[in-house]
């Protein structure tokens, strides 16, 4: 009862569940010991309301949104509180005393100051809001960027404001229950003085030494680095914040660039969640400035997504752009017909360029090359299952799309019957789940399916903990434990000074330390393994999350399930036996002619019933029906193991930059010969050229 109810409440625990019923509780209760009347039951209610309403927000809870929606906001409720203290002095026949008359100046004259207040706030956060904000760029020898205010003064700044009619509200009581008008006075002293010093703090930060430069002088500095660094690739990418992996998976294969990289990022709330890298980014939300940013050196353009932002980097002519993609599929999106834009289209290996073919959307042969897939690196070949452990099946379905295709994701139909079966297989296997992060955000069915299958996984796991056939190494599982301890204190240790104020004071500050994002990633790696370690090799587990990686799962799994998605294209690469299930119900061979990466798959129908075929590939992998076709289908979908696909992408990035230096000398040769008249003032982003007789761009005459 209570997990519905914070499922309907959209909470994140019992706990904040309980705030919010004891704060919409709370203001009845006022009410009542105001007509009462009764001190006590004020104060004690009050409370409630205050400790309950600075919970939920320091929770960031979704009820606090939601209240101000229907006009039950912060400041009514705090307005609420106020009224209500009036009206208990009223009823303690308190309305001819003047501390009466004082707590109704106080709050008039305390929201009174929330005007100015909430305007600073506003205008700081205006003001130091960069028109490009920059990660490993160096702007502090450009220009000089203040520090940011206190977050004493800006976080949750409403919030505090209000909370100062603490003192008032707790003065006029005990003033109301002692018979002290001296003692109300003093609250109503203290709200108001602190108050105005709150206001007071904020001033400075709006004028002189203590603001960012202004947008065209932060623009000329990015323009001056990017002329003296002269970026030849850029990786560009705008999208929403859950869509930040699909950037985060290139950064690795940025930094490994024969060529000087560059991130172009066009949404705050991605720089926001970006990973760390070595590799400068620039995130330039105003379209119009990135379209007169000085990108004249760049070659080659890499976009991860088909987003309608992609236009203002792809009008420009001087450098080649090239679709890349975030994942390798037979979805819809991987012969998207906007593809055609692009001056090429880089796909793993032969299976992208014939989904092309096939699916006649005016994407041309000649623009497609293989390149591989260099994020692939890290998943380990499969060697067949050790013995001294069980095998461990990885269930990783995607999740329900923009559409309610039933084709779109296992969850629906399919997921707890192949969950059951896993959990209840003999010989055992252990169940690993790991959901796609976006599952559940658009469909409640699919949510609380995701939810019902994750009840299955804890529950086997808790009963198999209490099986006594299943023993646990202590001492490993506790070394293990103290060794995670010790990672993450260190990592702590490493990251957890490098947060900055606000994003003025991050992109000053934002050059990286060399060292310290090795010894990271070094940490990380060694997190990982610890973390397998940290518990049984039979404990079944739900894993969500950024941290273990998918690539990690890949990596301690035999086997997997899940659904058509670029997860099962790289899962391929470690040649462990697969399942995909068919939840349209298309039959098994309409489902491998439609989708090519099943074509060495067990197929599931939405019972999983053929899941004993995929479990005896991993238990005898020798008599294994479908290993050759997994390793022809591994060279078809990803290419070649050689050339490494690193070198091939880095191969790919300097023929097209080569491409785009041709074009360009051959623009200017006929420019020099006297060719026809040519508008040139797209050809160099950030430039205009001027023809013979113009002046400054406009003709004369």
């Given at each position: 009862m209570i997990s519905t109810a914070i499922r309907v409440a959209r909470v994140g625990s019992a706990a904040e569940l309980a705030a919010a019923v004891l704060m919409m509780l709370g203001f009845p209760c006022l009410m009542l010991a105001a007509?009462?009347?009764?001190?006590?039951?004020?104060?004690?209610?009050?409370?409630?309301?205050?400790?309950?309403?600075?919970?939920?927000?320091?929770?960031?809870?979704?009820?606090?949104?939601?209240?101000?929606?229907?006009?039950?906001?912060?400041?009514?409720?705090f307005l609420i509180r106020q009224l209500l203290l009036i009206l208990l002095l009223a009823r303690l026949s308190l309305a001819d005393n003047l501390i009466y008359y004082g707590a109704?100046?106080?709050?008039?004259?305390?929201?009174?100051?929330?005007?100015?207040?909430?305007?600073?706030?506003?205008?700081?956060?205006?003001?130091?809001?960069?028109?490009?904000?920059?990660?490993?760029?160096?702007?502090?020898?450009?220009?000089?960027?203040?520090?940011?205010?206190?977050?004493?003064?800006?976080?949750?700044?409403?919030?505090?404001?209000?909370?100062?009619?603490?003192?008032?509200?707790?003065?006029?009581?005990?003033?109301?229950?002692?018979?002290?008008?001296?003692?109300?006075?003093?609250?109503?002293?203290?709200?108001?003085?602190?108050?105005?010093?709150?206001?007071?703090?904020?001033?400075?930060?709006?004028?002189?030494?203590?603001?960012?430069?202004?947008?065209?002088?932060?623009?000329?500095?990015?323009?001056?680095?990017?002329?003296?660094?002269?970026?030849?690739?850029?990786?560009?990418?705008?999208?929403?914040?859950?869509?930040?992996y699909q950037v985060n998976m290139w950064l690795e294969t940025m930094e490994q660039l024969d060529t000087r990289p560059l991130i172009i990022l066009r949404e705050r709330v991605i720089l926001q969640n970006l990973a760390p890298t070595t590799v400068p980014v620039v995130c330039v939300p105003g379209g119009v400035h990135l379209m007169n940013m000085d990108l004249s050196t760049v070659r080659v353009a890499l976009y991860a997504a088909n987003v309608g932002k992609n236009i203002h980097l792809l009008r420009v002519p001087t450098m080649r752009?090239?679709?890349?993609?975030?994942?390798?599929?037979?979805?819809?999106?991987?012969?998207?017909?906007?593809?055609?834009?692009?001056?090429?289209?880089?796909?793993?290996?032969?299976?992208?360029?014939?989904?092309?073919?096939?699916?006649?959307?005016?994407?041309?042969?000649?623009?497609?090359?293989?390149?591989?897939?260099?994020?692939?690196?890290?998943?380990?070949?499969?060697?067949?299952?050790?013995?001294?452990?069980?095998?461990?099946?990885?269930?990783?379905?995607?999740?329900?799309?923009?559409?309610?295709?039933?084709?779109?994701?296992?969850?629906?139909?399919?997921?707890?019957?192949?969950?059951?079966?896993?959990?209840?297989?003999?010989?055992?296997?252990?169940?690993?789940?790991?959901?796609?992060?976006?599952?559940?955000?658009?469909?409640?069915?699919?949510?609380?399916?995701?939810?019902?299958?994750?009840?299955?996984?804890?529950?086997?796991?808790?009963?198999?903990?209490?099986?006594?056939?299943?023993?646990?190494?202590?001492?490993?599982?506790?070394q293990a434990g103290a060794e995670l301890?010790?990672?993450?204190?260190?990592?702590?240790?490493?990251?957890?000074?490098?947060?900055?104020?606000?994003?003025?004071?991050?992109?000053?500050?934002?050059?990286?330390?060399?060292?310290?994002?090795?010894?990271?990633?070094?940490?990380?790696?060694?997190?990982?393994?610890?973390?397998?370690r940290s518990f049984p090799d039979w404990e079944h587990r739900v894993i969500t999350g950024a941290e273990p990686r998918l690539y990690d799962c890949f990596n301690v799994s035999d086997a997997m399930v899940s659904d058509i998605s670029s997860v099962v294209s790289d899962f391929i690469a470690s040649g462990k036996p697969y399942a995909v299930t068919d939840s349209a119900g298309l039959g098994v061979e309409e489902f491998k002619r439609?989708?090519?990466?099943?074509?060495?798959?067990?197929?599931?129908?939405?019972?999983?019933?053929?899941?004993?075929?995929?479990?005896?590939a991993v238990r005898v992998p020798d008599a294994d029906p479908l290993a050759e076709d997994r390793r022809e289908l591994k060279r078809y979908l990803l290419g070649p193991d050689e050339p490494k696909s690193i070198d091939q992408f880095n191969t790919a990035v300097a023929q097209l930059a080569l491409k785009a230096e041709t074009r360009n000398l051959g623009q200017e040769s006929r420019i020099t010969v006297g060719g026809p008249d040519v508008e040139l003032a797209d050809a160099l982003p950030g430039q205009r050229a001027s023809a013979p007789g113009d002046t400054d761009g406009a003709p004369t005459g």
């Open positions: 007509l009462v009347p009764s001190i006590p039951a004020f104060a004690a209610a009050a409370a409630v309301t205050y400790l309950a309403d600075h919970y939920l927000h320091r929770k960031g809870s979704y009820l606090v949104s939601r209240l101000s929606k229907v006009r039950a906001g912060l400041s009514i409720r109704i100046a106080c709050f008039i004259a305390f929201y009174g100051l929330q005007a100015p207040h909430g305007a600073l706030t506003t205008l700081i956060r205006n003001r130091r809001r960069m028109p490009v904000a920059t990660r490993n760029v160096d702007l502090a020898s450009r220009i000089r960027i203040p520090d940011a205010p206190p977050r004493l003064l800006l976080d949750r700044p409403a919030e505090k404001m209000l909370h100062l009619d603490l003192a008032a509200v707790t003065g006029i009581l005990a003033g109301a229950a002692l018979e002290s008008a001296a003692v109300g006075y003093t609250g109503i002293g203290v709200t108001l003085a602190l108050s105005i010093l709150y206001v007071l703090a904020l001033v400075p930060y709006v004028r002189g030494g203590k603001t960012p430069p202004k947008a065209e002088k932060v623009l000329a500095a990015v323009d001056d680095w990017l002329r003296e660094y002269r970026p030849e690739t850029v990786l560009y990418f705008s999208g929403s914040k859950d869509s930040a752009h090239v679709f890349i993609g975030h994942g390798d599929s037979d979805k819809l999106a991987s012969v998207n017909p906007f593809s055609k834009v692009y001056d090429e289209v880089w796909t793993a290996g032969r299976a992208g360029r014939d989904r092309y073919a096939i699916a006649d959307v005016g994407v041309r042969d000649e623009d497609i090359v293989e390149v591989g897939r260099p994020q692939l690196a890290p998943i380990r070949t499969w060697q067949g299952v050790p013995g001294d452990r069980m095998p461990t099946i990885l269930y990783a379905p995607t999740w329900e799309g923009w559409d309610d295709n039933p084709g779109n994701t296992s969850i629906l139909l399919a997921g707890e019957n192949i969950v059951k079966r896993l959990v209840e297989a003999d010989p055992a296997v252990r169940v690993l789940y790991k959901p796609h992060p976006f599952t559940g955000t658009r469909s409640p069915q699919a949510k609380a399916a995701h939810q019902r299958i994750t009840a299955l996984i804890e529950a086997a796991a808790a009963e198999r903990a209490a099986d006594a056939r299943f023993t646990a190494d202590t001492a490993a599982r506790t301890a010790r990672i993450e204190a260190r990592l702590a240790e490493l990251t957890g000074g490098t947060e900055k104020g606000d994003e003025a004071e991050a992109t000053r500050d934002g050059l990286v330390d060399v060292a310290r994002h090795e010894e990271i990633a070094r940490l990380r790696a060694e997190w990982n393994t610890a973390y397998w439609q989708n090519t990466a099943v074509r060495a798959a067990v197929i599931l129908s939405n019972d999983a019933a053929e899941l004993d075929a995929l479990l005896e």
